[in-house]
């Protein structure tokens, strides 16, 4: 254990002192894979890595999970997403400390950084603890994590596996009646960072009923360059065209579009936003979407565990996606 706890912090200490010519040519690399990505989207995953595997957490998160160490090490498979640059790198860390051997079929839309993470992991260990596949054979379990339509996929073709099978969610915030604006800030980021593409993007609000949306309007005015971005300003089109067809009353910050709706999940560019009355009727919608809440933001305690503004896109090691434990499945192999 202690090797491969070297070999993270070795990652760490390489990712930390990548020079800006070297960002250049990793973001370069990227955004050809995926025209998503942008240099600063890929600074900002690598510094959320760095952020997370510092020496401090690792032994925390150590503490709460502790890994086993089997003498039978088993191949896991791991279908990693591609949304944002390096998602899939919590997945990947988890098979690494314990006593299997990861192979990974990455997103064609996310395969050179997670490669690149994943080559530099096996030099400093001295061995091959991970393995980029495009065909994942000789498997003992997998972890595989997409959309809707493609968790229906994997549970055909892998459900005889030990599974951790991932769908779409998305983030919630709950703002109070007396919010600060100083969250109200830093909600932008939960947000617009990646685009909105993430789990752990802010995709719809509740607020108390006669909250100023304006607010926000004139709060986020630094994330209005968000518009530059060609695809997001497609995106930003088609859903102002569409409004404006269909008569559907919406508020228009000129670089997103806020409107009222029960549903969860916005489309990209569009921000949802509920009003209410009590808490009761946000504890109550929390509840009954849980299977598709990924995180909530908001100061207010709730029914549901919440996160601060302006972290949502900041998850600790401790995070597990879709609230499973992975150590602990991975232990159980």
């Given amino acids: 254990m202690q090797k491969k706890l070297a070999s993270i912090q070795f990652l760490r200490k390489y990712l930390q002192y ?5 960002l250049d040519e990793i973001a370069y690399k990227c955004i050809c894979e995926n025209p998503w990505f942008t240099k600063d989207s890929v600074k900002r995953s690598l510094e959320g890595i760095i952020f997370m595997i510092s020496e401090e957490k690792i032994e925390k998160w150590l503490k709460l999970n502790p890994i086993s160490q089997s003498n039978s090490p088993k191949n896991i498979g791991l279908v990693l997403a591609g949304n944002i640059p390096a998602v899939g790198f ?3 860390i988890c098979v690494f400390l314990s006593s ?3 192979k990974i079929k990455p997103s064609h839309q996310d395969k050179y950084l997670i490669s690149l993470i994943s080559s530099k992991l096996n030099e400093f260990y001295g061995s091959e603890k991970i393995i980029i ?6 498997i003992d379990a997998i972890i595989a994590t997409g959309s809707d339509n493609s968790a229906r996929y994997f549970n055909y073709y892998f459900g005889k596996y030990p599974n951790i099978i991932r769908s779409n969610r998305t983030s919630v915030s709950v703002i109070s009646e007396n919010e600060p604006v100083s969250n109200l800030k ?4 939960d947000v617009f960072t990646y685009y909105g593409l993430g789990c752990r993007n802010v995709s719809k609000l509740f607020i108390p009923k006669g909250f100023d949306l304006a607010i926000l309007g004139d709060l986020w005015q630094s994330h209005k360059q968000i518009i530059n971005q060609n695809k997001y300003a497609n995106n930003y089109d088609v859903q102002k065209s569409l409004n404006l067809i269909n008569r559907v009353d919406h508020k228009d910050f000129e670089y997103l579009i806020v409107k009222a709706s029960k549903d969860l999940a916005s489309p990209i560019s569009v921000l949802y936003y509920e009003e209410y009355d009590n808490l009761t009727e946000v504890n109550n919608y929390l509840k009954e979407n849980k299977d598709k809440i990924q995180c909530v933001v908001s100061s207010i305690r709730l029914d549901h565990e919440v996160i601060p503004f302006g972290k949502a896109q900041q998850p600790e090691l401790w995070d597990y996606a879709d609230g499973v434990n992975t150590i602990e499945f991975l232990n159980s192999i």
């Fill in 18 to 22: 990548i020079t800006e010519h070297e």
């Fill in 90 to 92: 919590h997945d990947l």
């Fill in 100 to 102: 299997h051997i990861a």
């Fill in 133 to 138: 596949t495009e065909k994942l054979q000789d």
């Fill in 186 to 189: 830093l909600l932008a980021d």
